[in-house]
């Protein structure tokens, strides 16, 4: 009996990640990259002057900063990648 179960359990798995690609994968793709470029412009906005580009004044940065200290490495590693035309089709 218990193997009879296991098959069940794994099929419906199964069918619900083919209804998941089928249905959400193009969307939850396209909100995580939403996602990605809105909190990259955010903290060029906010951190700027980590390159050069300074818009708010240091005292709003600076409260900011303990919420943002564990992505500014992968947003300056990003800012300097160089990007072909082919990166926002794909």
Do not use: C, Q
Not at 16 to 44: D, N, P, T, W
Not at 45 to 51: H, M
Not at 54 to 60: F, G, N
């Amino acid at each position: 009996m218990k193997g009879w179960r296991d098959r069940l359990d794994t099929f419906r798995r199964t069918v619900g990640e083919v209804f998941y690609g089928m249905a959400l994968h193009e969307i939850v793709r396209a909100h995580l990259k939403a996602r990605g470029s809105l909190e990259h412009l955010f903290i060029l906005i906010t951190f700027g002057d980590l390159v050069g580009l300074p818009v708010l004044p240091p005292y709003y940065a600076m409260r900011l900063l303990p919420f943002v200290v564990p992505e500014i490495n992968g947003w300056r590693r990003r800012l300097s990648r160089e990007r072909d035309y082919l990166d926002a089709i794909f």
